[in-house]
């Protein structure tokens, strides 16, 4: 923050106010100030902290079209500089000014004359990147001033003036000299790496802040047991030969020997005792099923990139392999998992090792299969040979019951006919009649029996054909997950909408005939 600001810049003013000037006869002339478009303005302030100062101001607008004015004003000034670089600031002005016109010759002429001025305004201010912000932009400066000019009583240059003025000014403003001293320098170092091992290089980066960027910084560096090389903020160690344990080297930076002008810093590492080898492996694939192979692969890492020998064991199978792979065979492994530990040494006799897994998979369980149940016969009942008798009763109700038991399971009945019932003889004098088709109208007609007297859902049945060649239908529970085409090949699925079941009646009961009526037939 600046200790001193000297602005420099245009400046339009526009003063308001008339002059009476007595004249011979004994009357007045009246005229008034016009505004001065073209003029400057000078000032220099002077700050006594952050944000309160002083400020001496010269204004000069010299040119107007009658009249002229000349400002000499000193007063207090407070400024508020903000983060973004903007700085709006107010004051409060007193002194002077010389005042010439207004003229309107030969009738009245006004010779300059000193009077008080009393100036009131502000402005904002832009900090530019220029010259380390040594240089703002004036983006604006508004005032309201007050003049008092008093010609005198004699005629046509006598007269009194009391102006009311508004000024406007823009232009550069120049900082010097700085309200806070700057901060001390300061200074931090690092090592990289911090931990070593003997041989391996070390570099030392320090890390000023606070330099002056007009002067130029001297570094130096040391260290207590090691040797540092280095001119510039960043050295080097040389470890060859150094002892396991902890060292400091210490840097200095200088930009003059005045306090706050140099600072130090110190950074510590650490040389280390020769480190054993680790080793980490991996399976591919992770999971395999029993018989299969798996490739192990170890990837060991030596500190001091020292040779590495490989070898492997395993808590199942066997594994062949002597460098970073190996190949495990699970021939003969149970199902579960199998531990495979990769062993790594070194030239110096450490070792290490580390352990991964492959997993067996256990062999799937057995897809479902259909399982057949009991058949009925039709050969009992020679006139309605696709009717479901009492006898099919027993296998029928058993049949139902494994179809409860097995609520996601569906059932399959497969209707059976015999050569001759698909091919019938022809009856002679009569016209053909289409052979029924027995066979699924038995099945059909099962179906029938297991809904309306069994209470299963007719959409868990199935209704098919089978190439049997026998007067029956075979009974299939089918379960969930099981595929009946596969299990039971050969059958015909039957259009339902073309075969309708057949109520289940018993036969009329048989009367018999007269010997009379016999005896006449």
Request: one cysteine or more.
């Amino acid at each position: 923050m600046s200790r001193v600001d000297v602005f420099t810049g245009y400046s339009y003013f526009a003063p308001h106010g008339t002059v009476n000037t007595p004249l011979p006869d004994g009357t007045t002339f009246s005229d008034r100030y016009s505004s001065v478009d073209y003029g400057a303005l000078a000032s220099v302030a002077y700050y006594f902290n952050r944000y309160f100062g002083g400020q001496f101001e010269f204004g000069a607008h010299p040119d107007g079209n009658n009249d002229q004015f000349y400002t000499y004003q000193g007063g207090p000034i407070f400024r508020y500089p903000t983060s973004e670089g903007i700085t709006p600031f107010v004051h409060a002005l007193a002194g002077a000014a010389n005042v010439g016109g207004p003229n309107a010759e030969p009738i009245a002429v006004h010779h300059t004359v000193w009077g008080p001025a009393l100036t009131v305004g502000g402005g904002l201010d832009y900090n530019l990147p220029f010259l380390n912000h040594r240089l703002a932009l004036r983006l604006f400066q508004a005032d309201y001033e007050y003049i008092h000019a008093n010609f005198g009583p004699q005629p046509v240059t006598g007269g009194r003036a009391n102006i009311d003025a508004a000024r406007l000014s823009t232009g550069i403003v120049w900082k010097f000299g700085n309200i806070i001293p700057p901060p001390p320098v300061e200074y931090t170092c690092s090592a990289n790496p911090a931990s070593v091992y003997p041989g391996d290089p070390i570099t030392i980066t320090g890390t000023p802040t606070n330099l002056n960027p007009k002067k130029t910084a001297t570094y130096s560096w040391s260290g207590q047991g090691v040797t540092v090389k280095g001119d510039t903020a960043t050295a080097n160690v040389d470890t060859t030969g150094l002892q396991p344990g902890n060292y400091t080297v210490t840097g200095h930076v200088s930009e003059g020997q005045k306090p706050g002008q140099f600072a130090d810093c110190t950074a510590n590492f650490t040389v280390k005792q020769y480190e054993p080898p680790t080793v980490s492996c991996s399976v591919n694939p992770s999971s395999v099923n029993a018989g299969d192979s798996a490739t192990i692969t170890a990837t060991g890492v030596s500190p001091q990139n020292r040779p590495l020998t490989y070898s492997y064991s395993a808590s199942a199978g066997s594994i062949s392999g002597t460098g970073n792979t190996a190949t495990l065979s699970t021939t003969g492994a149970p199902a579960g998992a199998i531990t495979v530990t990769a062993n790594v040494s070194d030239d110096k006799g450490q070792t290490a090792s580390g352990t991964c897994s492959v997993t067996v998979n256990a062999p799937p369980p057995p897809a479902p299969k259909t399982q057949t149940l009991c058949s009925i016969t039709f050969s009992r009942d020679k006139r309605r040979p696709a009717r479901v008798d009492n006898e099919a009763k027993a296998c029928l109700d058993d049949v139902a019951l494994n179809a409860q038991r097995s609520a996601d399971a569906s059932v399959v009945v497969v209707g059976n006919s015999t050569p001759d019932e698909q091919n019938p003889p022809k009856k002679k004098g009569k016209k053909a009649a289409p052979p029924v088709d027995l066979a699924a109208q038995r099945a059909v007609n099962t179906k029938d029996y297991l809904v309306k007297e069994k209470g299963i859902d007719a959409s868990r049945i199935q209704v098919r054909t089978g190439t049997a060649g026998a007067q029956e239908v075979e009974n299939y529970l089918v379960p969930a997950g099981a595929n009946f085409d596969t299990d039971v090949p050969g059958t015909t699925a039957v259009d339902e909408s073309t075969v309708k079941p057949q109520t289940r009646k018993p036969l009329p009961e048989r009367h018999h005939r007269s010997s009379k009526k016999t005896s006449s037939q």
